[in-house]
């Protein structure tokens, strides 16, 4: 019977520790006294705050480990239905701690950060992964769509600019918006071509066939899912972005005091 191993779990559970200190500790006080504004939000805003300082955080840190396995994990590579997943599976147990943390402080702040949509898309990504974690499975491709992190900080950033006040014409807004769209074509939309080639190059084979069913199922499913939804989510930032950048009206550099914008 497949099972974790000592070090697949004490990452998770480290992970999962740092990001709750992360939320509750790290971020207000590096917020508080580096953006005047954290102290004038909200209860409210001050917890999503939080969360997104936190979400950012882990994708940088996931989004970077991906992309060095990408390049120079050859045996993931090489074979990525049952190449060696020792370091995808150090990224994707990071990953899991975040998730499990971030589902805690998702049901314990409902008022404030709480979303269906939040909590299936969680409970999904963590069931696609115990196959990874547990039976060492399609290692690549688990690497792959963890690669869609590196579009969060940007994301993220563009609600903070928005719950401080910037206006969409602002300097910092405009770019942060150029950058959101052109991240979220490049990992997510851009490298689709190179994921589904590889996956209809080990259809049918026999390491295909090692697979077991519900492990296809969380592979195939997810993936479809989540790809049509980002096509999706891109046609709409792509005509945000378009229309912001043919709006009339000069784009101001604003300054932010206290809180506010000037």
């Known amino acids: 019977m497949a099972s974790f191993s000592p070090l697949v779990l004490s990452i998770a559970a480290t992970s999962f520790v740092t990001f709750q200190c992360l939320f509750h500790f790290v971020s207000p006080c590096i917020s508080a006294r580096f953006c ?127 719950v401080l006040g910037y206006p969409k014409k602002s300097l910092p807004n405009m770019v942060n918006g150029i950058a959101m769209t052109l991240s979220f074509f490049l990992v997510r939309i851009a490298v689709m071509p190179m994921y589904y080639s590889r996956m209809y190059a080990v259809y049918g084979t026999e390491p295909f066939y090692r697979v077991t069913f519900g492990g296809r199922c969380a592979w195939m499913g997810p993936s479809f899912c989540l790809d049509i939804m980002n096509v999706m989510w891109m046609h709409k930032m792509a005509r945000g972005c378009i229309s912001v950048l043919r709006s009339p009206g000069k784009v101001k550099v604003e300054k932010l005091q206290n809180g506010k914008v000037h």
Not at 51 to 66: D, K, N, P, Y
Request: proline share 5%; net charge neutral.
């Open 36 to 162: 005047p504004g954290y102290r004038r939000l909200s209860p409210k805003h001050t917890v999503e705050w939080n969360s997104r300082t936190v979400s950012t955080f882990h994708a940088l840190i996931v989004g970077l480990f991906c992309l060095y396995i990408l390049l120079f994990d050859d045996a993931v590579n090489e074979d990525p239905v049952w190449g060696d997943p020792s370091l995808v599976k150090i990224n994707v147990a990071i990953t899991c701690g975040y998730l499990l943390s971030d589902m805690l402080l998702i049901c314990y702040y409902w008022r404030a950060i709480g979303d269906k949509f939040f909590v299936i898309h969680h409970l999904a990504a963590l069931y696609a992964y115990y196959y990874v974690l547990s039976i060492g499975m399609l290692p690549y491709f688990a690497n792959f769509r963890l690669v869609a992190e590196l579009s969060t900080p940007c994301v993220n950033q563009r609600w903070f600019f928005e």
